[in-house]
């Protein structure tokens, strides 16, 4: 089984698009690369969804174990 590392941060920052969209998980690859960005109306929401994704997926024929890591500022 493969076994992927994926930094995230939870930060406080002002949507663009949303006013009510206050805190925003963002996921990186070691070298510091954003995968992803997702925006919560609370911080509460944001590190519920972390604990969500933690876990083994299927991707293809072979299962991937996806850890996170919080990454300092």
């Given at each position: 089984m493969e076994t992927?590392?994926?930094?995230y941060k939870i930060i406080r920052e002002?949507?663009?698009y949303n006013k009510?969209?206050?805190w925003f998980a963002k996921c990186y690859r070691h070298n510091g690369e954003e995968i992803s960005s997702?925006?919560?109306r609370t911080e509460k929401e944001a590190r519920n969804s972390i604990d969500i994704l933690k876990g083994i997926?299927?991707?293809?024929s072979r299962l991937i174990?996806?850890?996170?890591?919080e990454k300092g500022e």
């Open positions: 992927q590392v994926i930094y002002t949507s663009k009510y969209i206050k997702f925006g919560y997926f299927p991707v293809g174990n996806y850890v996170y890591i």
